[in-house]
């Protein structure tokens, strides 16, 4: 049964009564369960590991992974949903979310083998164990075909040599899926993605960084020192990682996209609470123009971006081109969340600037949804080839 219906360049887009249900029992985890103890876990930047491991039972982690493999499979629109309401209240616990779903267990079930899913998908879908996603490097940010990691041929195995950063799930992941160069002379067409283990000789965690935002997410560099990994736990054929990366990628940009949405929902729900209770000059701030319109504006951008996330998820369901729908969501769900958050704390006045009242914490993991999983620029790019394409 449909109970909304939306139009959107010929999408019929409807949310049925198990998307709701999905967006509801996401908000109560976030509320019931995310809530308490957040502005300590982010103080502390602690990994909220009890959190997780609840994400887990729920089916969290795995929600668009075939029940075949013990995921939910549940569609593209449904983990937006869920995406969004967790980033209202907890950008760190949907990151670790964001990660798990859109790139290792989206990555590993459309390209990996069957022996791979058997092994590896059934423990990350579940949330037995969590997984890290390694593109990045300290000169392979933005231009990802600038691999320095090595992934050199032996024969029935690689040798694996070199440094990612800006890892999530750095230190908390069982596994990890790791951009490689194998053949230099063939540039991004000797590339290769390799899933990694945790404890395999040679593999250790780097530094924890000390983040601004998204602070109890737990985001490290990983060492890579002749780890001989086996040829059969390469993902796809030789010189298939570079497109791997690009192709997973796209998906993530939905999920960092719901993100996003989430923490400017969040932030202008806290908004036009406190706009109700905080009064000014006799009479509630809500009751003052200036307040009217911040919110005004805040409530029509966001309804904006919730659009776009929207479509781009819907699109990836029908199975239809979703890059540039993808890149949009990010780019202005991002610039949204930005924007919103800033807003938010100008509206709390002083109290917005300390951390009881969450909304300075959004405005710090705002920032970040402008910068990974392709920046601002980066979308804009794609969205101008995607014009002309």
Same mark, same amino acid.
């Given at each position: 049964?449909?109970?909304?219906?939306?139009?959107?360049?010929?999408?019929?887009?409807?949310?049925?009564?198990?998307?709701?249900?999905?967006?509801?029992?996401?908000?109560?985890?976030?509320?019931?369960?995310?809530?308490?103890?957040?502005?300590?876990?982010?103080?502390?930047?602690?990994?909220?590991?009890?959190?997780?491991?609840?994400? &887990?039972?729920? =089916? %969290?982690?795995?929600?668009?992974?075939?029940?075949?493999? !013990?995921?939910?499979?549940? /569609? +593209?629109? @449904?983990?937006?949903?869920?995406?969004?309401?967790?980033?209202?209240?907890?950008?760190?616990?949907?990151?670790?979310?964001?990660?798990?779903?859109?790139?290792?267990?989206?990555?590993?079930?459309?390209?990996?083998?069957?022996?791979?899913?058997?092994?590896?998908?059934?423990?990350?879908?579940?949330?037995?164990?969590?997984?890290?996603?390694?593109?990045?490097?300290?000169?392979?940010?933005?231009?990802?075909?600038?691999?320095?990691?090595?992934a050199e041929d032996k024969g029935d195995y690689y040798l694996l040599n070199g440094t990612k950063n800006w890892i999530t799930n750095g230190n908390s992941s069982g596994v990890a899926l790791v951009i490689a160069q194998t053949d230099r002379e063939k540039?991004?067409?000797?590339?290769?993605?390799?899933?990694?283990?945790? &404890?395999?000789? =040679? %593999?250790?965690?780097?530094?924890?960084?000390?983040?601004? !935002?998204?602070?109890?997410? /737990? +985001?490290? @560099?990983?060492?890579?020192?002749?780890?001989?990994?086996?040829?059969?736990?390469?993902?796809?054929?030789?010189?298939?990682?570079?497109?791997?990366?690009?192709?997973?990628?796209?998906?993530?940009?939905?999920?960092?996209?719901?993100?996003?949405?989430?923490?400017?929902?969040?932030?202008?729900?806290?908004?036009?609470?406190?706009?109700?209770?905080?009064?000014?000059?006799?009479?509630?701030?809500?009751?003052?123009?200036?307040?009217?319109?911040?919110?005004?504006?805040?409530?029509?951008?966001?309804?904006?971006?919730?659009?776009?996330?929207?479509?781009?998820?819907?699109?990836?369901?029908?199975?239809?081109?979703?890059?540039q729908a993808a890149a949009m969501a990010k780019l202005y769900a991002s610039e949204v969340a930005m924007w919103a958050t800033t807003e938010a704390v100008q509206i709390h006045g002083g109290y917005g600037y300390v951390k009881e009242f969450h909304v300075e914490r959004m405005m710090r993991d705002a920032k970040i949804t402008q910068i990974y999983e392709g920046t601002s620029e980066i979308q804009k790019l794609v969205i101008a080839r995607e014009l002309v394409h």
């Open positions: 049964m449909a109970t909304a219906t939306l139009e959107l360049q010929g999408l019929n887009f409807n949310l049925s009564e198990e998307h709701l249900a999905v967006q509801e029992a996401a908000r109560d985890f976030a509320q019931n369960e995310l809530l308490p103890g957040i502005v300590e876990r982010d103080n502390e930047a602690r990994f909220p590991a009890e959190q997780v491991k609840r994400m &887990g039972e729920l =089916g %969290f982690l795995g929600m668009m992974v075939s029940p075949e493999y !013990g995921g939910g499979g549940m /569609d +593209t629109v @449904s983990y937006v949903l869920a995406m969004e309401e967790i980033s209202k209240v907890d950008a760190s616990s949907s990151v670790i979310m964001s990660v798990n779903n859109s790139l290792v267990c989206w990555g590993l079930e459309t390209y990996g083998s069957e022996a791979q899913k058997q092994k590896y998908l059934t423990k990350l879908a579940t949330g037995e164990m969590i997984g890290a996603f390694c593109l990045s490097e300290p000169e392979a940010g933005s231009d990802a075909t600038s691999q320095q990691t090595t540039k991004h067409r000797g590339i290769n993605c390799l899933i990694v283990e945790k &404890g395999s000789p =040679g %593999f250790t965690v780097g530094k924890k960084e000390d983040k601004m !935002g998204i602070r109890a997410s /737990d +985001t490290h @560099s990983l060492l890579f020192t002749d780890v001989q990994v086996p040829k059969e736990n390469r993902i796809g054929d030789d010189g298939f990682g570079f497109k791997f990366a690009m192709s997973t990628l796209n998906g993530g940009r939905i999920g960092i996209a719901a993100q996003a949405l989430g923490i400017a929902a969040g932030a202008y729900e806290l908004s036009l609470n406190y706009a109700q209770e905080r009064k000014a000059f006799g009479k509630q701030i809500f009751d003052h123009q200036a307040i009217q319109f911040k919110l005004a504006e805040m409530a029509t951008k966001i309804e904006a971006a919730r659009l776009l996330v929207y479509k781009a998820a819907r699109l990836k369901d029908e199975h239809k081109d979703y890059v």
